[in-house]
Structures are given as C-alpha cells and as structure tokens.
C-alpha cells in the first residue's frame, strides 16, 4: 500500500514517486525514485526531495520543475530570511536563495554521512542531524559546519521551537534536549529506543 501525506490539496505517494491533487483520480509521475522528505514553506512553495534530486512547485503543485541536483535530498528547512537549505549525502547541505530555482553546494562536514534533518532557530543557525555522527550546526549559512553533540548517534528527527531549544530523535537511544545550542544535551525519553522522526506541535 502506498504511504500518501495530503497537504494544501496535495496528495503525494511518497514511495514512487507520483502526486496529484484534491481527490487522488489522475496521477502525474515527476520520478520513479522514492520521496524521503517533503517541505511546505507555508505560502504556495512545495518541495519534494527525491533519491536523487528535488522537484519543486511554487503554485501548491499545479507544476513542478526540477533543478540540477543530482545527490539524494533526505530532508529541507528554510531560515527567517527566506533561504532553503536541502541535507544530501556525504555531508552536503546544498542551499537557495530563490526558492529552489538554483542551489549551491555548502561545506561538507563529513564524506561518510548523510544529512537526514535539518532545522533552523530564529538567530539563523543551521542544524543538520547525521545518520551516524550526531549533530552539526552552522551560523554562516553552511559555508562552515562544527560538531554539536550526540557524535556517535544517528539523529534523524530534529526539531527547534521558538526559545531555541533543540530536540533530537536518535536512532539509538532516544529523544534528547539541548537548550544551549547543542553543546550539552539531556535525555529526555523515552530511553534506549530508536526513533525516526520528530514533530513539534503547537505551544
């Protein structure tokens, strides 16, 4: 059975990669890849990151484009001031600045992790959950990455709310919090259980 997730009217089957709208009759394929990760930037800009590549509509999926990106996108965020940041492989966090039409490579913080989230607090710090190193976070837009804790973890849910507290799903060991932007971390459950993904509700 398909995974589908509805948002805005838009129904996307996540696992090959087909969308459609309202009502789910008539299906467009954009790739026959699979879909890790989906971003709504809250006005009419949807993103899908693929394995590999991203498509991207900026009329709530009436079209779709898709931009050179050849690496697998396995999560998307975008800062205050409107730039989108995609977490790929081997360390890559790519990054626009027009809403997906173009990106350009950021540092690499590792050539053995993948990117799997990513969020961004209201100063502009990035936070890239890795498969398998923990957290890295970047106050300069990517160009430059140092490690944030939970090094030997995979962290992939990783969610900010607005007082700028962090919380991490590791793939090991559960859901931990950092209130001081990653250098000190508390286990906050529940333990020794690996968890996937993380959503912050409304507070």
Known sequence: MKARIVLAGLVVSVLSGFITQMQAQNWTSLSTGLIPTIFYDGSTHVFLGMRPGMVVSSDLGGTWSKPSLNSPMYAIAVDGQGKIY????????????????????????????????????????????????????????????????????????????????????????????STNGGTTWKLVGPPSVGIQKLILGPH
């Open 86 to 177: 995609a977490g790929s492989n081997k360390g890559n966090v790519f990054v626009s600045a027009d809403h997906g039409l173009s990106w350009t490579p950021g540092t690499s913080f590792g050539p053995y992790m993948n990117t799997c989230s990513l969020c961004v607090d209201t100063t502009g710090v990035i936070y890239a959950g890795t498969n398998s190193a923990g957290v890295y976070a970047s106050s300069d837009h990517g160009l430059n990455w140092h490690q944030a804790g939970l090094s030997t973890s995979g962290v992939c849910g990783l969610v900010v709310n607005s007082r700028n507290i962090l919380f991490a799903a590791t793939t090991d060991s559960g859901v931990y919090r």
